[in-house]
C-alpha cells in the first residue's frame, strides 16, 4: 500500500516544519487509527492506548507492519519561496478540506511503500482516503536489528503450564528459579506450594507443600537440589530436595537471599537501598548503598552467568553493578512506579523486567543494555543507549515472575491473572507459566559492562 504524508504543523518565523515520518511504528499508529473509525479489523486488535506507548511500538511493530520504505520526497528543503506560500497558506488556515489540503502540492511530503503482515490490516483503507494525525519522533520506536529476536510475542505463547489451579490470588506464582543447568524450572505460590517442571519435556517431576517453609526458591550450587528459605532468615536450616535422589535431604545453612551461578556472590537486600554480600550468618561482609537510610525498597537482585555484573531492581531504576568490587557500573531507569522483579539472560546482555505501574497493575518488558553507538533519547545515561519496549501482556493477565533458562534462548514467564483490584472483575484463570522461544515478557536494556556477548 502507497502512503503520502504531508507536514501541516510549521513554524515560518523559526523557519522550522514538523519531521517527516521514518519509523514503521508511525505507520501502524496511522493503520490503527483509520481502522478504529472505519470499523476495520485492526481496529479490534489493540486499544488506543497501546500507539501511544512509544516502547510498545518499538517491540509490537513488527507483528502488524513489515516494511517501510520511503520512494519519493518533495518539496523539501523549502525554499525562501517556498516558506512565503506557507506562510500564506496559515492565514488561511492549514487543515483539512474535503478530504484535502489547500494547495497540498506546495507542503513538504513524501510517498512510502508500505508492506503489513496480513492484508486485514488494509481492508478499510480505499484510494483517496485521508485524515489528519499526529507525530512525534522517538528513537526507542525503532527496534534494532540485533534486538529483535530477543523479543517475544507474548499473546502466542508455545506453551502454558498452570502449576497452582484456582482463581484466589494466594495461587498467584511468586517465585521462579530455574536450576544452574537449566533442566528443572521451580514455582512457589502464595501459600508456600513448590512445583518442579522438567524444563525440556515441560512433564512435572515434583509438587509439594513443605511445612513451615518459605517461599524463596535457591538451588543449591552445581546440583539439582531444590531449597525453600525462610523469607530473609538465614539462621534456619532451608527445607531441601533433591531431585536426582528423589527425596528430601539435610543441606547446611545457604546464606543470602540470591546467589550468583556458583555461589561465589550472595547477597541479602530489602528496605533502605542497600545490597548486603553476605558468606555466613554474621554481620554482612561488605555493603553497597544506593542511597541514603529513606530509600526506596529493593525488589529483586539478579546477576549475569559469567558472575561480573550484578543486576538490582531500586524503585524504578536497574543498578548495574560489578560485585567484586561493589562499583556502580550504570543505572537505567524504567518508566513506571517502581521494579517488582528482572531476570537477566545468561550473557548479561538482556534484561526481562517487571515494572509496577498502579496499584494492582502490572506490565513486563523486554530491555536491552546497550551500545553507546545508537541514538537513543536516553543517550545521557553514560552515554549507554538503553531502548525499553513494553511487550503484550498475554490475555490471562499480568506478566509476574520472569526467569531465564541457563544456557538457552527459551525463556519463561509466569502471569498472576486472578489477582485483581476488588473493585475490578476477578478473571476466573489460574495463575499460569508460560514458555517462548526467543525471550520473554520484560524491557529490553543491552548492557556491555565487561562481559562477552553471544549473538
Known amino acids: 500500500m502507497r502512503f503520502r504524508i504531508f507536514v501541516v504543523d510549521y513554524d515560518v518565523e523559526r523557519r522550522w516544519h514538523a519531521e517527516l515520518p521514518e ?3 508511525f505507520f501502524l499508529s496511522l493503520l490503527w487509527e483509520s481502522a478504529a473509525d472505519g470499523g476495520g479489523p485492526l481496529g479490534d486488535f489493540f ?8 516502547g510498545w511500538l518499538a517491540v509490537n511493530t513488527r507483528w502488524f507492519v513489515e516494511s517501510v520504505e520511503r520512494v519519493a520526497v ?9 516558506w512565503a506560500h506557507i506562510d ?6 492549514i487543515h483539512q478540506r474535503d478530504d484535502g489540503w489547500p494547495d497540498e502540492g506546495l507542503l513538504v511530503q513524501a510517498d512510502y511503500e508500505v508492506q503489513v503482515t496480513d492484508p486485514r490490516w488494509l481492508e478499510h483503507l480505499w484510494p483517496g482516503l485521508s485524515w489528519e494525525t499526529g507525530y512525534y519522533p522517538d528513537p526507542t520506536r525503532r527496534l534494532r536489528a540485533e534486538d529483535a529476536p530477543h523479543v517475544p510475542d507474548l499473546t502466542e505463547p508455545e506453551a502454558v503450564l498452570t502449576p497452582f489451579a484456582g482463581s484466589d490470588c494466594s495461587d498467584s506464582i511468586v517465585v521462579l528459579a530455574f536450576s544452574d543447568d537449566g533442566r528443572f524450572l521451580a514455582v512457589t505460590s502464595e501459600d508456600g506450594e513448590l512445583a518442579v517442571y522438567d524444563a525440556d519435556n515441560r512433564s512435572e517431576r515434583l509438587r509439594v507443600s513443605p511445612v513451615s517453609a ?23 536450616r532451608p527445607w531441601a530436595y533433591d531431585l536426582d535422589a528423589d527425596t528430601e535431604t539435610d543441606i547446611p545453612v545457604e546464606p543470602g537471599r540470591v546467589r550468583s551461578r556458583t555461589g561465589c556472590f550472595r547477597v541479602e537486600y530489602g528496605d533502605g537501598g542497600q545490597v548486603h554480600f553476605v558468606s555466613g550468618q554474621s554481620s554482612p561482609d561488605r555493603t553497597v548503598r544506593l542511597g541514603d537510610e ?19 531492581a ?29 531476570a537477566a539472560s545468561p550473557d548479561g546482555a538482556y534484561l526481562a523486567v517487571r515494572r509496577r505501574t498502579g496499584p494492582m497493575s502490572g506490565s513486563a518488558h523486554l530491555t536491552s543494555t546497550g551500545s553507546p553507538t545508537v541514538s537513543s533519547s536516553c543517550d545521557a545515561l553514560r552515554g549507554t543507549a538503553h531502548r525499553p519496549g513494553s511487550v503484550p501482556s498475554p490475555s490471562r493477565g499480568h506478566p509476574t515472575a520472569p526467569g531465564w533458562r541457563p544456557s538457552s534462548r527459551t525463556k519463561f514467564i509466569s502471569s498472576a491473572s486472578a489477582c485483581q483490584p476488588s473493585h475490578q472483575p476477578v478473571s476466573s484463570s489460574p495463575s499460569t507459566t508460560e514458555i ?12 556491555d559492562h565487561g562481559a562477552s556477548r553471544t549473538p
Not at 74 to 82: A, E, K, V
Not at 88 to 93: M, V
Not at 318 to 336: C, F, N
Open 314 to 342: 531500586h524503585d524504578s531504576k536497574v543498578h548495574v553493578i560489578e560485585p567484586a568490587t561493589g562499583r556502580v557500573l550504570d543505572t537505567i531507569t524504567v518508566p513506571g512506579d517502581w521494579l517488582n522483579s528482572l
Open 214 to 236: 518459605g517461599r524463596d526458591i535457591m538451588w543449591v550450587p552445581g546440583r539439582h537440589v531444590v531449597t525453600l528459605k525462610e523469607d530473609e532468615d538465614d539462621e534456619v
Open 294 to 312: 529513606s530509600a526506596g525498597r529493593i525488589r529483586d537482585v539478579t546477576f549475569s552467568a559469567d558472575e561480573t555484573r550484578m543486576f538490582v
Open 88 to 93: 500564506t497558506l496559515q492565514e488561511e488556515g
Open 47 to 54: 486499544t488506543w492506548r497501546e500507539p501511544e506507548n512509544d
Open 23 to 25: 519509523d514503521p511504528g
Open 436 to 447: 517462548r522461544d526467543d525471550a520473554s515478557a520484560g524491557t529490553v536494556f543491552h548492557s
Open 74 to 82: 518533495r518539496n523539501y528543503p523549502l525554499s525562501d519561496q517556498d
